[in-house]
Nanobody, 124 residues
Framework: QVQLVESGGGLVQAGGSLRLSCAAS????????VGWFRQAPGKEREFVAAISSSASSVNYGDSAKGRFTISRDKPENTVYLQMNSLKPEDTGLYYCAASFGWRRPWDDDAYDLWGKGTQVTVSS
């Protein structure tokens, strides 16, 4: 059973950067597409970015385009989310999720496994 653990969150000033990591146990993780989602208090969960198992396809939510980059390191069984030019509205709990297949990567219902999240807080 693949388990996901997020890390790298924290408190950062607006304009700063953070790199989130999604580490997984189990070699099967290499066959999963991985997505990042975030949820701010009182708001619905929002799609941020996703990457296919082969890393040949990526997809970004509108809020992430041009500022965030998703990548994966297969030997390390880790997916990264590099976040630059952070804004206060990027504040939220960031989750990674894994999907066995590349289908509707922006849809959280398409994902089979979820981590517990890492908090990102951007101060103005």
């Amino acid at each position: 059973q693949v388990q996901l653990v997020e890390s790298g969150g924290g408190l950062v000033q607006a304009g700063g950067s953070l790199r989130l990591s999604c580490a997984a146990s189990g070699r099967a993780f290499r066959t999963y597409a991985v997505g990042w989602f975030r949820q701010a208090p009182g708001k619905e969960r929002e799609f941020v970015a996703a990457i296919s198992s082969s890393a040949s396809s990526v997809n970004y939510g509108d809020s992430a385009k041009g500022r965030f980059t998703i990548s994966r390191d297969k030997p390390e069984n880790t997916v990264y989310l590099q976040m630059n030019s952070l804004k206060p509205e990027d504040t939220g709990l960031y989750y990674c999720a894994a999907s066995f297949g590349w289908r509707r990567p922006w849809d959280d219902d398409a994902y089979d496994l979820w981590g517990k999240g890492t908090q990102v807080t951007v101060s103005s």
